[in-house]
Each structure stands twice: as structure tokens, then as C-alpha cells.
């Protein structure tokens, strides 16, 4: 197991005092937040500082880091020696305000395992959802990223669950359990599917919780994703746009003719009803069209040019008195 | 086991096209009915139709889940959690267009 840094995860000087402990968190808290941060890695990140915090903001848990660390470097070999938290009680009531499930083997190697079945109890707004016994497994939330194309035809997606079950010596592990999950059609970006009986187990013989997939699409490389709208960019040549043409365009569905009518604009939309995603009330494709001039390479492209700006009193800079 | 091929499921989507009961958003998010009424009040959430009893588009669960782990993980209230909810709201929306504008 890896030795941890919590002071140089948190960028502290090892004798910083608990109020520069709370502002560096914080700060590092709403750069990393995963429902906040755009940033590579931020759940991982997140997870750490969660982790360094949760030791450093407790004066009885940072005593016992302390007296234990000193000598070893990030990321080194890491044994904890044998009784060396005697002197210190870790209460229970400690692991409240992070995600205690998302902790490191060196923190539950040092203050125990805070995750798993107890856990099961005190999570949601305030932790106070006590009950005995018979306890319906926790709901889990998890991100899947798809295709837009699944949400089209629908697809499968495999995901790899990760329980805590309760092991033959009576101690929580983690297992980890593949799941294929078939994406529903229609499906827009930010929704949850439910799948019932898919999150943690139940306790005392209770109901499983349910497991909530939160859908993101991937980019795609021709269209973009507003809802349920679908935009596509299409390249037209200047006289396919001032004369018309007809011209065949790739849909997620599918490839499909486009009358492009004459005197059509750079920028212009055209509409498909009902070819965006097939949500129960479908939404619309939008192409838009973006015309794209030739390079002069040759000197009969050039004259070409130059026939063209013979046949046209056109100015585009008119607005700009110009 | 692991020669065992995965087992496949599927769900329901909770869209805006679906309703939940106010327990049923309770169950979901695994909080109480009073902090589902405090956001009611904030005016984060929104009950559908104007019906006595109360029912949630499914989008709120998203939105539950996201006010509870601000509050948890960055010591903001209830009234900073709406604020900052609002606008992730409104950065997703614009990166969505960015994203189609900045199209070659």
C-alpha cells in the first residue's frame, strides 16, 4: 500500500493550523467537485482531498497521522506499524460529512474501514435516517458515457458494479460484478435510468437499493447535442447554395436526401421534424449549412474569380461604409 | 463465475416526461420528505400541474442528488446550493452550444 501525502495533497505546510486546513479544502473542494469541475481526473482528485481533510480537520486523527508519518515519502511502501495508534480512540460519529465509501486502503489500513455496512445507515441529508435491522439497500449513482447513435437505435452498455458485501469471516469487502445494461431509446443527455435492485444490498433481509445511471453522450464527430435537438454542420460550395442542389446527408438514423433550396445562406437551418432524438415527442435534426468558398490554386480558378466578381455588383463590407 | 456471462437489465428513463410521487423522489434520493419541501420552497424543484398532491418531474433526482453532495462537500446552504445549481445549469447550456458554434 502507497504511503499518502495528506499535506501535499492539500498543498499545506505540515504545520498549518485548522482554519488554513479548512480554507485549502474548500478551495480545492470547488475546483474538483465533480458536479461542479470541468477539470481532467476531478472524481479522483476529489476522492483525495475528501480523504485528506476527513484526517487533517480532526485534531485526534491528524495527532496520529502525524506521529506516524514524518519519515515517508508520497507514494512510498507503506506498513503501519504494529500498535501504533495506540493512545487514540477514533469515534465513530467521524466519518459524517464525506463519502466515506470513496476511501483509500491506506486510510482504512490507519482509522478503519468507515464505508460499507454501517455506512448503510447514516447517508442521505443529515444522516439521521436511523433504522434497526431491516434496512433496504442504499440507491447508488453512478455516470455512463454513450453513443448518440445508442439513444437512436438503443444499445448495451457494460458497466462494472462495485458492492460491499459481507464476507465469510463476518468483514465487508468489495466485489465487483459486470452488469450489461440496454440503453433505452430516446434517451437525452443528463437523464437517469433506474435500475431497480441494481444498488447496494440489502440488510436483514431487506430489499436491495436501486442503482441510478446518469447518461452523457460522447462527442461525436458530425453532430452536436442540445436536448433532444441534434445539430449537424454541412459543407455546401457557394453555387450548390446560390442555385439549389440536392445532396445526401448523414442522419444518426440513417443517410437521407436534402433539397437545398436556391439562394440558401451561410448559416442557414434547415429543418427535419422529428429526426432529432426519438424521445416521445421526438425533437428535430437541424443542418446548418456553412458555405465554403474553393481556394484560386490554378490560373482557371482564378479566372473564374474574376468572371465571377465581373457578373456582381456585391459588396459584403456595405455596413461597414466601406 | 467469471466465465458467467453478465447479466442484462435495463430501466425505466426518468425524464421530464416522467412523474414521481413525493416518496417515490424521497426513495430516490434516499433523503426525507422535509428537506424535498425546504427545496419546494427554495424554488430549486418545482411540483408539476397544480394538483394537491404533489408530483416531480424525473429530472429532480439529478437535481436532489447535485444540492445534497454541494451542501455535504462544500459547507454551502440551501440558498447557495440553488445559486450554484442555476448556473451549472446555464454553463452546461452554453458549453452545449459552444460546442455545435465551434463546429469547423
Known amino acids: ?322 | 463465475m467469471a466465465a458467467m456471462n453478465p447479466e442484462e437489465t435495463t430501466g425505466p428513463i426518468l425524464g421530464e416526461e416522467s412523474e414521481l410521487t413525493l416518496g417515490e423522489l424521497c426513495r430516490a434520493c434516499g433523503t426525507s420528505a422535509e428537506e424535498v419541501t425546504a427545496l419546494v420552497e427554495e424554488g430549486i424543484i418545482e411540483p408539476l400541474g397544480s394538483g394537491t398532491r404533489w408530483r416531480f418531474s424525473g429530472v429532480c433526482i439529478r437535481r436532489v442528488r447535485k444540492v445534497y453532495s454541494l451542501r455535504r462537500d462544500l459547507g454551502v446552504n440551501l440558498a447557495g446550493a440553488a445559486l450554484a445549481i442555476e448556473l451549472l445549469d446555464e454553463i452546461e447550456r452554453l458549453q452545449a452550444r459552444l460546442a455545435r458554434l465551434e463546429r469547423p
Open chain 1, 1 to 322: 500500500m502507497e504511503y499518502k501525502d495528506y499535506y501535499q495533497i492539500l498543498g499545506l505546510e505540515r504545520g498549518a493550523d485548522q482554519a488554513e486546513i479548512k480554507r485549502a479544502y474548500r478551495k480545492l473542494a470547488r475546483k474538483y467537485h465533480p458536479d461542479v469541475s470541468k477539470e481532467e481526473e476531478a472524481e479522483e482528485r476529489f476522492k483525495e482531498i475528501s480523504e485528506a481533510y476527513e484526517v487533517l480537520k480532526d485534531p485526534e486523527k491528524r495527532a496520529a497521522y502525524d506521529q506516524l508519518g514524518a519519515g515517508y515519502q508520497p507514494g512510498e511502501e507503506f506498513r503501519p506499524p504494529p500498535g501504533w495508534d495506540s493512545g487514540f480512540e477514533f469515534h465513530g460519529g467521524g466519518y459524517t460529512e464525506a463519502d466515506p465509501g470513496a476511501f483509500s486502503d491506506f486510510f482504512e489500513s490507519l482509522f478503519g474501514r468507515a464505508g460499507g455496512f454501517g455506512n448503510a445507515y447514516g447517508r442521505g441529508f443529515g444522516g439521521a435516517r436511523r433504522q434497526p435491522f431491516h434496512a433496504q439497500g442504499e440507491n447508488t449513482y453512478a455516470k455512463i458515457n454513450i453513443d448518440l447513435e445508442d439513444s437512436y437505435r438503443g444499445g448495451t452498455r457494460q458497466i462494472t458494479l462495485k458492492h460491499t458485501v459481507l464476507g465469510a469471516d463476518g468483514r465487508p469487502r468489495i466485489e465487483a460484478r459486470k452488469l450489461n445494461v440496454k440503453i433505452p431509446k430516446g434517451i437525452t443527455e443528463g437523464q437517469q435510468i433506474r435500475l431497480a435492485g441494481q444498488g447496494e444490498p440489502g440488510i436483514g433481509g431487506g430489499q436491495p437499493g436501486d442503482l441510478y445511471l446518469e447518461i452523457h453522450f460522447n462527442p461525436h464527430r458530425h453532430y452536436s447535442v442540445e436536448g433532444k435537438t441534434v445539430y449537424l454542420n454541412l459543407p455546401l460550395s457557394p453555387w450548390e447554395a446560390a442555385l439549389g442542389a440536392s445532396v445526401q446527408v448523414p442522419t444518426p438514423d440513417g443517410p437521407v436526401n436534402l433539397k437545398i433550396p436556391p439562394n440558401s445562406k451561410d448559416g442557414g437551418k434547415l429543418r427535419l421534424k422529428g429526426r432529432g432524438i426519438p424521445a416521445k415527442v421526438p425533437g428535430d435534426l437541424y443542418v446548418v449549412l456553412n458555405v465554403v468558398a474553393p481556394p484560386a490554386e490554378t490560373e482557371a480558378h482564378r479566372e473564374a474569380y474574376r468572371r465571377f466578381s465581373e457578373a456582381f455588383d456585391f459588396n459584403p463590407r456595405v455596413d461597414m461604409g466601406g
